[in-house]
């Protein structure tokens, strides 16, 4: 079966290929090259193999290979005329044709690609060369995965409403060929509208309109015209008629004067593409204005009226043949996914479990068990935050306590003095009382995220949506007064300076590569009004929550320390880069916007997510009416950062880890000698109240504890997690935990280069079983640890699946992989083992 899928598979490629046959030659060495490496990767473990099989991996290779530039020899290309805006280029072969030619689905794909793409970089990287320094980008995997996941939402919410509107008016009309028209034609009019990456709410706002569009075109008799108006009574407009239109919008929480505006390029849209068909029962030319007969009862919003078009058999047929035939167009020469599968089949399982609706309404009480002193006590978890909040005392390098731990135990961090351990005890006290997704999110929402609600993730984001509009009605564009003063204090051309970068940085955000990029495509269909007068939107948002909460911030801040202090502020550029890229993360939150889903934000401001972590703390602070999901997705962004993205290559991390190390200012001193190679990275950052190295830099070594000590508090509440239900006799469930969050602690501190290009969860898992192997719980082993694991919301496969193994020094280039095990085997002996013997 893998023999003939690869042959299938293979000639599927080379066929679409437009290079000739050198193309298709090195399309084979390369596919071959991958699947060596893949076949020459077995798991140490059953559990940590592939569910899949090669029916998942090998389609993944294919995808890679014809989607990175370069790596056929070909080189990189514009979108060439006519692409549009924010779609990877066109690659011959449709995603959705090679999963069905390979007998795959879309999750288990989607799934498995990150896995394959790890395992696989060391050798893409070898064939492409440079064109493929920065492959997750080019793929657009979170582009990919935001927007699939708002289309299954889309297509949920789609049913609801159509089956909403059949109930309510008992209407008698072919119900399943309808229900697929509408599809069909929502489909249509979006490839020709919106981006390839469209946002969630655009997306939502079309589906409406559409619909209203086919039910335009329906005549309704008076007992159903009075079962619809009974139903949406505040769709009655002044005039007396029932707005079909609004009657959607009040369903789907969609703003009605927007929805109203988009009508007349919907319709346009839609009859063009119905016009192409040549549809007998069309008038064509198609006329200016064709009445709907119930006018006097009914507001349609909508131009034309076409007799039959969804009430007669063979009209509809006919509607949804040409639908189809003009959607086949599309995915043939544009498209990768084919979209149509998402009304009959159900891909929820391409969100993240920390994204769904009601995650985070798990108590944290469900992961500790019934028996007293069972591993994820409430003492425990006490404990283990108590070892977190050591690093909170690392501003007391001088304490005594610290100093007196340090000289007894050099290696270990300092245990925190008894006040801090008290109010350690009294968070995690806190943290399993109240309702709190155990890795969902950073521990930081204990405060006040609010009590959740029965919701779906349509009513989340229109929620969001409608405090944003709220919140920014009342604003301007420009600088407030208490800010201008602020700006007048610190220097003549402080405010001039600011607002200039403000602009370009919003421009840069929400009109150069996000969803402004679009209007292009949408200048090309006819439509360039629509994209652009969006992303103008959006920007204006953006730009009008920064002035809001920069105002919040100058006032604490002179309150504080006084005026100086908050001119101080606001001279500070990367300050305003961190409070700019949390204002539109904000804004590309709410909109569920997946061509800025993080951190694409921060990446367009020149900014890592590294340096934004030290703002999502007192940015949620200083808005309080901060809706609870967007509260929750800025703490999620946090945890992406702690447990991943403040480790990869080229963080931010590591600039101070040099500095506090004291290479960056013997950089500096040779700064004019000839150029030399960087040297190795440090291998560890140092305890809280370690002397500092000569030449260190204390401030970057605080910034770095602070880090640390947020990272120790979240691996605390997810070793809690993980923990759940393993059996630790004869010892204490709280007394292993307490264990293995100390040993962790001691790599980070200690071996922070384990950490190094790695994630948070393979030192934890790794910690865990080696803490459990020196004291002899053989009934704990990694199949039963990694078994747990990916029980939780925030698993990742890579994390177990694919870990670097061999990497270069300082690039942090990845040259080898393995699974959890090749990796604990490799680091055992040296860091894990000799630690753990002394607990």
Same mark, same amino acid.
């Given at each position: ?9 293979l ?51 294919? #995808?890679?290979?014809?989607?990175i ?35 795959t ?38 582009? #990919? ?5 708002s ?56 589906l409406?309109?559409?619909?209203a ?7 309704y ?11 949406s ?5 002044a005039?007396?008629?029932f707005?079909l239109?609004?009657?959607l ?8 004067g ?12 839609? #009859? ?8 007998? #029962?069309?008038?064509q ?10 006018a006097?009862?009914l507001? !349609? ?19 949804v ?20 599968d998402?009304?009959?089949h ?6 993240s ?12 009480a469900?992961a500790l068990?019934?028996?007293a002193g ?7 978890l006490?404990?283990?935050?108590t ?21 007894q ?7 925190a ?11 995690a006290a ?11 999110q ?7 995220l ?6 779906t993730?349509?009513s989340?984001a ?11 009605k ?7 007064s ?6 007048d ?14 602009? !370009? ?38 730009i ?11 006032r ?37 916007m ?15 997510p ?31 950062i702690l447990?991943?993205?403040?480790w ?8 101070l880890?040099?500095?506090?190390a ?16 960087e ?26 504890h602070?880090?640390?000590?947020k ?22 469930g709280?007394?292993?935990?307490a ?9 980070l ?48 496969q890579?994390a ?7 990497r ?9 992989t ?22």
């Amino acid at each position: 079966m893998a023999a003939q899928q690869q042959i299938d598979l293979l000639s599927l490629l080379k066929d679409r290929l437009r290079g000739g046959d050198g193309q298709a030659a090195r399309a084979t060495a390369v596919y071959e090259a991958c699947c060596r490496v893949l076949e020459s990767e077995s798991p140490s473990s059953a559990s940590l193999s592939v569910e899949s099989g090669e029916d998942v991996w090998r389609p993944c290779i294919v #995808w890679l290979i014809k989607n990175i530039p370069g790596l056929l020899g070909e080189p990189e290309q514009q979108p060439a005329d006519g692409a549009r805006a924010g779609e990877p280029p066109a690659a011959g072969l449709p995603l959705s044709e090679l999963l069905n030619a390979s007998h795959t689905n879309l999750v288990s794909f989607f799934k498995e690609l990150p896995v394959v793409l790890n395992k696989l970089k060391p050798t893409l990287l070898e064939q492409a060369g440079s064109a493929a320094d920065n492959i997750e980008q080019q793929l657009r995997l979170r582009e #990919w995965q935001e927007t699939l996941v708002s289309l299954q939402h889309i297509s949920n919410k789609y049913k609801d409403l159509f089956w909403h509107v059949q109930r309510s008016c008992s209407s008698s009309q072919p119900q399943q060929p309808l229900l697929r028209a509408g599809w069909l034609a929502f489909l249509v009019v979006k490839a020709q509208l919106l981006p390839g990456f469209p946002d969630l709410v655009s997306c939502l706002e079309l589906l409406v309109c559409v619909l209203a569009l086919l039910l335009a075109s329906t005549t309704y008799s008076e007992q159903q015209l009075a079962a619809l108006q009974c139903g949406s009574p505040t769709a009655i407009e002044a005039s007396g008629r029932f707005s079909l239109l609004k009657a959607l919008c009040i369903e789907a929480r969609v703003d009605y004067g927007k929805a109203k505006a988009l009508m007349p390029q919907i319709e346009d849209a839609f #009859w063009g593409s119905l016009g192409q068909a040549q549809l007998g #029962w069309l008038p064509q030319p198609l006329p200016a204005t064709l009445p709907h007969p119930q006018a006097d009862k009914l507001e !349609t919003c909508c131009r034309l009226y076409v007799e039959g078009l969804t009430s007669k058999p063979q009209q509809l047929s006919e509607l949804v043949l040409s639908l189809d035939e003009a959607y086949s167009k599309f995915l043939a020469t544009q498209g990768e996914i084919d979209e149509r599968d998402f009304l009959l089949h159900d891909f929820g399982g391409l969100a993240s479990p920390r994204t769904l609706p009601g995650a985070d309404n798990a108590a944290a009480a469900a992961a500790l068990p019934h028996q007293a002193g069972g591993p994820g006590t409430l003492s425990s978890l006490a404990q283990a935050a108590t070892h977190a909040a050591a690093a909170a005392a690392a501003g007391g390098a001088g304490s005594s306590n610290a100093a007196h731990s340090a000289q007894q135990h050099p290696s270990k961090p300092p245990l925190a003095p008894p006040a801090a351990a008290n109010a350690a005890g009294a968070a995690a006290a806190a943290a399993a009382r109240r309702p709190l997704s155990i890795g969902l999110q950073s521990p930081l929402p204990l405060m006040q995220l609010g009590h959740p609600g029965p919701a779906t993730p349509i009513s989340q984001a229109m929620g969001s949506v409608a405090w944003l509009k709220n919140t920014v009605k009342e604003l301007a564009l420009q600088p407030p007064s208490t800010v201008q003063r602020h700006m007048d204090a610190a220097g003549a051309d402080a405010g001039r300076i600011l607002s200039e970068r403000v602009a !370009t940085a919003a421009a840069a955000v929400f009109l150069g590569g996000g969803v402004g990029a679009a209007a292009g495509a949408a200048s090309r269909l006819g439509f360039p009004e629509l994209q652009q007068g969006v992303a103008q939107e959006r920007r204006d948002e953006g730009i009008k929550i920064y002035w809001h909460v920069l105002d919040t911030m100058l006032r604490a801040e002179e309150s504080r320390a006084g005026l100086p202090a908050a001119c101080s502020l606001l001279t500070r550029w990367p300050f305003h880069q961190c409070l700019l890229a949390c204002c539109f993360e904000l804004v590309a939150a709410a909109y569920r916007m997946g061509l800025l889903s993080f951190p694409a934000i921060p990446g367009k401001l020149g900014l890592k997510p590294f340096d934004l972590s030290k703002m999502i703390g007192p940015f949620v602070k200083a808005v309080p009416s901060l809706p609870r999901e967007l509260k929750r997705h800025m703490f999620t962004v946090e945890e992406k950062i702690l447990e991943s993205l403040g480790w990869a290559p080229g963080s931010s991390f590591y600039r101070l880890a040099r500095a506090a190390a004291g290479q960056q200012q013997q950089q500096q001193q040779e700064a004019f000698a000839p150029a030399e190679p960087e040297p190795p990275l440090p291998k560890a950052i140092g305890a809280p109240g370690s002397p500092l190295p000569p030449g260190g830099d204390a401030s970057a070594r605080a910034v770095l504890h602070d880090h640390c000590r947020k990272l120790l508090k979240l691996a605390a509440f997810r070793l809690v997690a993980v923990s759940h239900g393993l059996d630790f006799s004869p010892m204490e469930g709280e007394e292993v935990l307490a264990a293995v969050h100390e040993v962790l602690g001691h790599a980070l501190y200690c071996h922070t280069h384990l950490f190094y290009g790695r994630h948070l969860d393979t030192l934890l898992l790794a910690s865990l079983y080696g803490y459990c192997k020196v004291n002899r719980l053989h009934q704990i082993t990694f199949r039963e640890i990694i078994s747990h694991y990916k029980r939780q919301a925030h698993a990742r496969q890579e994390a177990f699946r694919s870990v670097a193994l061999q990497r270069t020094d300082p690039g942090l280039v990845t040259q080898a992989t393995g699974d959890i095990i090749a990796f604990y085997n490799a680091v055992r002996e040296s860091v894990l083992l000799p630690f753990c013997r002394l607990r």
